[in-house]
């Protein structure tokens, strides 16, 4: 069956039997644990504490080694890219093995690469530990904590991804541009790393390690699988995912929103402040880019559990579109301010929605390896994004040629979301 058709998935065969012994209400005391495991999962993850950090330090690093902002953006974007080549076999190996052996091992090392990353000296030291830093970041992405979250919800997964990510991960990104800020003006950019990885190992992994479990029983499960087992799970391969057009629509469109909008906030404080911005103003400006991400991974979630199309996402990206010529022009700032909302907005849609597409489109049996190439995805836009914004500054002497260059890439992300057909896998009805 092809994904333009929809239809319920294997959990409806359970539905009249569950409804009738009370086993139909997804809010149960073991899923709200397990919604609060996934919630600090995205609010101490990659997303907080990398992506929503890296301008900050962007704009300190070069003087700090030495080298160029080009030198800086490549060691970040060939990390990133490393990140897209491991989120494919992380996500395999849940599907494999299970979430929390994956997810546990990896926060661990993610506290720890911060910690490391606190004593680099030179240029290399800072690169060799980028490199090794995207083994755990892929390890501890969203594709664990969106699969946990997909494993317990069904009628109410689009909401509860939505609620998950906007504060969880929106929150972290709102508030770690003006706290890496802070720890990097009173402690250096050294102990900024520092602080990070404490952060994570003192406080993220005790509450997941309690809290993200994924289910034990078909009993408890909206989607109508056990623990771990992908073969009790519904949905298609990976091998047959990857022979559907559908799937590249939303590859290329994931890829290209992500390198005009998480390009354009990585490099959002060292553009302002080219531009004369004060830097505390470009940091607020960042700082509103993530509300604007609350904003949208929140309110995309609760229209999709409602409306259920893919077309939902055109609003978003055509306001971040908006968004994203007037941060590349605008002055003011009031209007710099509503620009980075904007901006926000548009990806806290596509990083909240990409997961759960991903699940309507092709199911969960192989949720992790499918996701994990998506995600894989965005991180190659993002690296793409990265390297080309540093590289056009040091080539022009300003960002200006970027405009252009975002502008026709979030334009070609909002095609492929309008070509996208019918959710295959509709949620159960109630």
Not at 52 to 58: R, Y
Not at 61 to 88: M, N
């Amino acid at each position: 069956m092809g994904p333009g058709k929809a239809h319920n998935s294997p959990a409806d065969q359970h539905a009249s039997e569950a409804k009738s012994t009370g086993r139909s209400k997804e809010f149960t005391r073991a899923a709200l644990f397990a919604m609060v495991g996934a919630w600090f999962g995205f609010l101490f993850g990659p997303n907080a504490m990398v992506s929503a950090t890296n301008s900050n330090f962007l704009n300190v690093l070069p003087d700090a080694l030495g080298v160029s902002r080009t030198a800086v953006s490549g060691v970040l974007a060939t990390s990133v890219w490393i990140v897209a080549v491991c989120v494919p076999i992380a996500g395999r190996q849940m599907d494999r093995y299970g979430i929390r052996r994956i997810i546990l091992t990896g926060i661990i090392l993610f506290g720890c690469a911060f910690l490391a990353l606190s004593q680099v000296k030179v240029l290399w030291h800072f690169a060799v530990l980028q490199v090794l830093l995207a083994i755990p970041v892929a390890m501890n992405s969203s594709v664990g904590y969106a699969k946990l979250i997909s494993l317990w919800f069904d009628r109410n997964r689009g909401v509860v991804l939505g609620l998950c990510v906007a504060f969880g991960a929106g929150l972290g990104q709102a508030i770690m541009p003006k706290l890496s800020q802070y720890f990097i003006q009173n402690f250096g950019w050294s102990g900024g790393y520092m602080a990070i990885g404490l952060m994570i190992l003192l406080i993220g992994f005790p509450v997941i390690f309690l809290l993200a479990r994924p289910p034990k029983s078909v009993e408890s499960v909206a989607a109508a699988t056990s623990a771990d087992s992908a073969s009790e799970t519904y949905g298609v391969t990976r091998a047959e995912a990857l022979r559907e057009p559908v799937f590249y629509l939303v590859f290329v469109a994931i890829m290209f929103a992500s390198m005009s909008l998480i390009g354009t906030m990585v490099q959002s404080v060292p553009m302002l402040t080219d531009r004369g911005v004060p830097v505390d103003m470009a940091t607020t400006v960042l700082s509103l880019a993530f509300v604007g991400v609350m904003i949208g991974e929140f309110s995309a979630g609760f229209v999709v559990d409602r409306i259920n199309s893919p077309k939902i996402v055109l609003p978003y990206f055509i306001t971040a579109l908006i968004g994203l010529m007037i941060i590349h022009s605008a002055g003011s700032s009031s209007i710099l301010y509503v620009g980075a909302v904007m901006l926000g907005m548009g990806f806290g849609c596509e990083v909240g929605l990409n997961a759960y597409m991903i699940s309507r489109y092709f199911g969960l049996k192989a949720f992790g390896s499918i996701y994990g190439l998506t995600f894989a995805a965005s991180n190659l836009g993002i690296g793409c994004g990265i390297f080309i914004f540093g590289l056009m500054r040091d080539l022009t002497g300003s960002y200006e040629i970027m405009r252009y260059i975002i502008g026709g890439t979030m334009v070609t992300s909002i095609i492929c979301i309008a070509l996208l057909p019918k959710f295959r896998y509709a949620p159960r009805k109630h």
